[in-house]
């Protein structure tokens, strides 16, 4: 049976890997972004019933 040993360099990689879980950790528990889809700045022209479509557009 053998027996696996790390190398010092499998260490590094692993300590790097956890760096990253950590910091997306971090970048989870952040508000999500403002992206503007859904958000209402401003109330839609009103819509005139007397108003005719203009023939040229």
């Known amino acids: 049976m053998h027996v696996y ?3 010092p ?3 590094d990689q692993a ?3 956890r760096q990253i879980v950590r910091e997306c950790r971090e970048l ?3 508000p999500p ?3 503007f889809l859904g ?3 401003h ?3 009103q819509v ?3 108003a005719t479509p203009t023939e040229e557009r």
């Open 5 to 7: 040993r790390p190398l």
């Open 9 to 11: 360099a499998d260490h």
């Open 15 to 17: 300590e790097y890997m």
């Open 28 to 30: 989870w528990k952040q």
């Open 33 to 35: 972004p403002d992206t």
């Open 39 to 41: 958000r209402r700045t």
């Open 43 to 45: 109330e839609p022209f």
């Open 48 to 50: 005139d019933s007397d």
